[in-house]
Antibody, heavy 118, light 107 residues
Framework: EVQLVESGGGLVQPGGSLRLSCAASGFTISSYWMSWVRQAPGKGLEWVANIKQDGSEIHYVDSVKGRFTISRDNAKNSLFLQMNSLRAEDTAVYFC???????????WGQGALVTVSS | DIQMTQSPSTLSASVGDRVTITCRASQSIISDLAWYQQQPGTAPQLLIYKASNLQSGVPSRFSGSGSGTEFTLTISGLQPDDFATFYCQQYERYPYTFGQGTKLEIK
């Protein structure tokens, strides 16, 4: 059974940093693109970033470029999101996700809440 | 960026009804469109991929159609578990973008 479990969320002050982790089980992440998607409270879904199997290709939504870094450790079957210079508008539940070979988001974690507030 | 526009934003229906949700892309995305269902407080779940392909395990009352810029999700014979929020997403071009969501409510 595919499982994605996020951790590392919490309350952080504006301008602060936080690192999210996603532990995968039931499959080997080295075979898949992986993704982060977020959802602000009461709002819709927003794609954040994708990373290729070997980390050689990465894409971000414009609003996080230069502040967020997606990375992976295939040996540990884990995905990460380093978030710096956090803003109030980054407050959201962050979902880790597996991308199917055809490009769509196939499996989702349960999400980790990040709250940016003073 | 490709803008995805869903309609309606809210839909009221009864158990047993047939409903259709539309998703329009601001430019052609061929058939690179997925549909997701999200219950409150939970992660989205994949329903349809490649515009019309039913994800394994999803009931056959869900169906998708369309190509290019206009797509539809149809639910035939609504069940109580179907009342949720639905999102379309294009994955043809970066940045991937979602529609704003359609909330399906019980009438």
């Amino acid at each position: 059974e595919v499982q994605l479990v996020e951790s590392g969320g919490g309350l952080v002050q504006p301008g602060g940093s936080l690192r999210l982790s996603c532990a995968a089980s039931g499959f080997t992440i080295s075979s898949y693109w992986m993704s982060w998607v977020r959802q602000a409270p009461g709002k819709g879904l927003e794609w954040v970033a994708n990373i290729k199997q070997d980390g050689s290709e990465i894409h971000y939504v414009d609003s996080v470029k230069g502040r967020f870094t997606i990375s992976r450790d295939n040996a540990k079957n884990s995905l990460f999101l380093q978030m710096n210079s956090l803003r109030a508008e980054d407050t959201a539940v962050y979902f880790c996700a597996r991308i199917d070979r055809s490009g769509y988001t196939k499996d989702w974690g349960q999400g980790a809440l990040v709250t940016v507030s003073s | 960026d490709i803008q995805m526009t869903q309609s309606p934003s809210t839909l009221s229906a009864s158990v047993g009804d047939r409903v259709t949700i539309t998703c329009r892309a601001s430019q052609s995305i061929i058939s690179d469109l997925a549909w997701y269902q999200q219950q409150p407080g939970t992660a989205p779940q994949l329903l349809i991929y490649k515009a019309s392909n039913l994800q394994s395990g999803v009931p056959s009352r869900f169906s998708g159609s369309g190509s290019g810029t206009e797509f539809t999700l149809t639910i035939s014979g609504l069940q109580p578990d179907d009342f949720a929020t639905f999102y379309c997403q294009q994955y043809e071009r970066y940045p991937y973008t979602f529609g704003q969501g359609t909330k399906l409510e019980i009438k």
